[in-house]
């Protein structure tokens, strides 16, 4: 049995949407990045990272410091099919300005741990040990479309280490409607006997792939594609399957930390009502409006980076003073 092809073509528009119903643009936009003469965040190069050894496997990190030993941390958590460079490599250095900053590949992802199949929950796991690893009590968490799930799965099973929250193009769950309730779970079963066919896919990427990225982006658009080639198409049934699993709802009005909300004003993947349905059930949640659509991190990095610094502003700047260090 062949899974189906995903196809990332075609024209800016299309960017706004891979699956109308629940998946997401970034990785469609990262490929459009690579494939034609978007222009891309003005970065000559990205911090160096290094593979730390969790509990369940290794997984590469970036570390970079902050202005001084007691700035506060924030962890960032990136998109669904890309990986912690590739999301986040626009903001990384603008960041350090004032936080320490750590980024981690998920699982499934870039050289993230290869788990039998991949869970949310795990990935939180995961984001807990890196803080063990670094020698960090608690940060600011962030997240991205997929990596704002895990975020929130991060407040809700280690509410410890987390000083606030800062959810970008992300939603509560994905089975709004009556498409996605009927494709998350087709995606489920069509995945179960596939999982070790995929995972094995999977694996024979990452033990081809160098075992640190390349950090100079002399020739972006071939750093780009790198990155982009580092996570494997058949990651992302498997994902997705998950992804359509969780839903915070039934908890995320109990978060008790400093919480912004990045809205993507003309998001298709991820619909605006959603993300806005997610800040409402956030007690005290700040809402931050970027103009573009669910690719903005990416393709209107211009108009889109100011909103999400603001937003780690506004979080970091209610943090209590005893939870500014990171």
Known sequence: ??????????????TRTVYRVGAVGARRAAALAVRRA???????????GRLVELSG????????PGPHRDAPTIVLLHALGCTAYLTWFGVLGELSRTHRVVALDLRWHGRGIRSPRFRIGD????????????????AIVAGYSLGGAVAQEVWHAHPERVDGLVLASTARNLRGHAGERLFFPVMTLAM????????????????????????????????????????????????LSELGRF?????????????????????????????????????????????GGHASIVLDHERWTPVFLDAVATVTGRLPARRMVG
């Open 247 to 291: 839903n915070s709802a039934p908890w995320i009005g109990s978060v008790d930390v400093p919480a912004a909300v990045v809205v993507t004003a003309r998001d298709k993947a991820i619909p605006t009502r959603r993300q806005r349905k997610l800040a409402a059930a956030i007690p005290d949640a700040s809402v931050h409006e970027a103009p």
């Open 123 to 138: 990935c939180a796991a995961d984001v807990a040990g890196v803080l063990d690893a670094l020698g960090i009590d608690s």
């Open 192 to 239: 179960h006997p596939l999982s070790r066919v995929a995972l094995a896919k999977v694996e024979r990427l990452a033990a081809a792939l160098p075992e640190l990225p390349p950090v100079h982006l002399a020739d972006g658009i071939g750093w780009g594609r790198s990155e982009f080639r580092s996570t494997s198409a058949w990651s992302m049934p498997e994902v």
């Open 38 to 48: 978007v222009q891309l965040p003005p970065v000559e190069s990205v911090p160096e």
């Open 57 to 64: 496997g290794r997984t590469f990190v970036v570390d970079v």
């Open 1 to 14: 049995m062949r899974l189906p092809q995903l196809v990332w073509r075609g024209s800016r528009a299309a």
